[in-house]
């Protein structure tokens, strides 16, 4: 510090004066770009989640009846095996001409598809989830011999009741 101070004191006056509103800039740049920026983006950033997060709730606030209702909905209970009602959704999807076998194994229902439309085939997926209540235990795909045609075995747990 005492060399600093000494070779500050050897300048000319006007020398220093150039030195120290240097000195003071840089405090400010440093002061301005180091701290107060930073800090304000991420106040702006937290005001901004805090917002969209009251909007979330608002509309939670609006929609909960029809949420609630929703999510107590059992899946439909056909009285209908497991293999056979797999089996018969599959056909009502189209995919009746895919479809190589249906077997049941011990933890619920195993499909072979052979060239299936990719499309139809995760919609059937998402209409045994939700309307019946099946889940995937595991899945393979393999890309089939025309575009968006698929060779699939699938493997479904039992219905949830």
Not at 26 to 50: K, R, Y
Not at 64 to 83: C, K, S
Not at 103 to 131: C, K
Not at 138 to 155: L, Y
């Amino acid at each position: 510090m005492n060399k600093l101070r000494t070779w500050f004191l050897g300048l000319t006056q006007r020398e220093q004066r150039v030195v120290a509103v240097g000195a003071v800039l840089l405090g400010l740049i440093v002061l301005v770009g180091g701290i107060l920026v930073p800090l304000q983006s991420a106040v702006s950033s937290v005001v901004q989640t805090n917002a969209a997060k009251r909007e979330d709730l608002a509309w939670m606030r609006v929609n909960a009846p029809e949420i609630r209702a929703a999510g107590f909905a059992l899946p439909a209970d056909t009285g209908e095996a497991p293999v056979v009602l797999v089996d018969r959704v599959g056909r009502e999807a189209g995919l009746g001409t895919a479809l190589r076998g249906t077997q049941p194994n011990a933890t619920g229902v195993r499909v072979q598809l052979e060239s299936a439309p990719f499309d139809t085939m995760i919609s059937w997926l998402a209409t045994l989830d939700t309307r019946y209540g099946f889940a995937l235990e595991s899945i393979t795909v393999d890309r089939g011999a025309a575009p968006g045609m698929v060779n699939a075995s699938v493997t479904f747990t039992k219905p949830r009741r």
